[in-house]
C-alpha cells in the first residue's frame, strides 16, 4: 500500500474502519469517509476537500464485516475520479477468486487507476504487488528494494493463476455459495467471503476450535466465514455445520 501511495501522490483519504496494512504509510491515511455528505451511504462527513491531485483509498469490502460498498458509494468515487482523482482498490483479500470473479471490483461499475494486492496470489509464497495506468505509474524510480520481484514467487503467481484457471475456482466458489447464504441467512458478502454479527463471536470462535473448525478472531464481533477456494463440497457442509452447532 505503501508504494501505492507513493505512486498516486497527493493528500490521500480512506474510509474510517478500512484497514489497508500495519506500515507507517498505510496506518497514517486519514480516515474521512470519502467526504460522503452526511447521512449518504457509509460516509460520515460533509465537507469535500478533493482536487485533481488527491488520492481514494478504497478497500472492495470491509474485512471484518465482509460489508460492500452501496452505489450511493461507488458513484461518488467515480465522479471524483472523473474529476481527477486517483482511485485505489484494495485487493488483498478480495483478489484471486474470493468473491467469485478475478476481482472484487468487478462486482462494481468501476475501473481503479491503481490496484493492490497480494496474500492469495501466490499460493503461500510471500509477495505483493501494485499495478498502475502507464501514466501514473512510468518513470516514478520507487520499487526499488532487496527483494523485489523474486523469482520464485513469481513463478509460484504463475502456477497459482494456472491451477486457479485449471480448476475452475472461480465457477466452483459461485456454484458453492448458496451453500453459506442458506446456512446463515443474515450474513453478508460474496463468493467465500461471509460474515455475521454476534454478541460473543470470539466464543463461537473457540468452541468451533474445540470442534475441528479453525475460524479468524475478527476482534470485531463479527463471526467471519472464509474458507479455501478449493474446499470440497462435503468439507463445506461440515464445516457450515460445525459452526451453526458452536453458535
Given at each position: 500500500m505503501d508504494a501505492?501511495?507513493?505512486?498516486?501522490?497527493?493528500?490521500?483519504?480512506?474510509?474510517?474502519?478500512?484497514?489497508?496494512?500495519?506500515?507507517?504509510?498505510?496506518?497514517?491515511?486519514?480516515?474521512?469517509?470519502?467526504?460522503?455528505?452526511?447521512?449518504i451511504g457509509i460516509g460520515t462527513c460533509g465537507a469535500s476537500i478533493f482536487t485533481s491531485?488527491?488520492?481514494?483509498?478504497?478497500?472492495?469490502?470491509?474485512?471484518?464485516?465482509?460489508?460492500?460498498?452501496?452505489?450511493?458509494?461507488?458513484?461518488?468515487?467515480?465522479?471524483?475520479?472523473?474529476?481527477?482523482?486517483?482511485?485505489?482498490?484494495?485487493?488483498?483479500?478480495?483478489?484471486?477468486?474470493?468473491?467469485?470473479?478475478?476481482?472484487?471490483?468487478?462486482?462494481?461499475?468501476?475501473?481503479?487507476?491503481?490496484?493492490?494486492?497480494?496474500?492469495?496470489?501466490?499460493?503461500?509464497?510471500?509477495?505483493?504487488?501494485?499495478?498502475?495506468?502507464?501514466?501514473?505509474?512510468?518513470?516514478?524510480?520507487?520499487?526499488?528494494?532487496?527483494?523485489?520481484?523474486?523469482?520464485?514467487?513469481?513463478?509460484?503467481?504463475?502456477?497459482?493463476?494456472?491451477e486457479i484457471r485449471r480448476r475452475q475456482l472461480l465457477q466452483r466458489v459461485l456454484r458453492l455459495e448458496p451453500m453459506i447464504r442458506e446456512a446463515f441467512p443474515t450474513a453478508q458478502g460474496k463468493g467465500f467471503a461471509y460474515a455475521f454479527d454476534h454478541p460473543d463471536a470470539d466464543a463461537v470462535a473457540d468452541r468451533a476450535l474445540e470442534r475441528g473448525l479453525m475460524l479468524l478472531h475478527t476482534g470485531r464481533g463479527t463471526v467471519k466465514i472464509c474458507p479455501p477456494l478449493v474446499i470440497s463440497e462435503r468439507d463445506l457442509a461440515l464445516g457450515l455445520g460445525i459452526l451453526k452447532g458452536s453458535v
Amino acid at each position: 500500500m505503501d508504494a501505492a501511495i507513493r505512486c498516486a501522490g497527493g493528500p490521500v483519504v480512506a474510509h474510517p474502519r478500512a484497514f489497508h496494512g500495519s506500515t507507517i504509510g498505510a496506518q497514517s491515511i486519514p480516515r474521512m469517509g470519502f467526504m460522503l455528505p452526511q447521512g449518504i451511504g457509509i460516509g460520515t462527513c460533509g465537507a469535500s476537500i478533493f482536487t485533481s491531485d488527491s488520492c481514494n483509498v478504497v478497500e472492495t469490502f470491509h474485512g471484518p464485516w465482509c460489508e460492500w460498498h452501496d452505489e450511493s458509494t461507488i458513484a461518488l468515487l467515480r465522479k471524483h475520479q472523473a474529476q481527477g482523482t486517483v482511485l485505489i482498490f484494495d485487493e488483498m483479500q478480495s483478489g484471486f477468486g474470493r468473491t467469485g470473479r478475478w476481482w472484487g471490483f468487478d462486482h462494481y461499475d468501476v475501473e481503479p487507476d491503481i490496484v493492490v494486492g497480494g496474500k492469495a496470489i501466490a499460493g503461500g509464497f510471500p509477495l505483493a504487488f501494485v499495478a498502475a495506468r502507464h501514466e501514473i505509474i512510468d518513470g516514478k524510480p520507487m520499487w526499488e528494494s532487496t527483494f523485489s520481484g523474486n523469482a520464485l514467487s513469481c513463478a509460484a503467481l504463475v502456477e497459482t493463476v494456472k491451477e486457479i484457471r485449471r480448476r475452475q475456482l472461480l465457477q466452483r466458489v459461485l456454484r458453492l455459495e448458496p451453500m453459506i447464504r442458506e446456512a446463515f441467512p443474515t450474513a453478508q458478502g460474496k463468493g467465500f467471503a461471509y460474515a455475521f454479527d454476534h454478541p460473543d463471536a470470539d466464543a463461537v470462535a473457540d468452541r468451533a476450535l474445540e470442534r475441528g473448525l479453525m475460524l479468524l478472531h475478527t476482534g470485531r464481533g463479527t463471526v467471519k466465514i472464509c474458507p479455501p477456494l478449493v474446499i470440497s463440497e462435503r468439507d463445506l457442509a461440515l464445516g457450515l455445520g460445525i459452526l451453526k452447532g458452536s453458535v
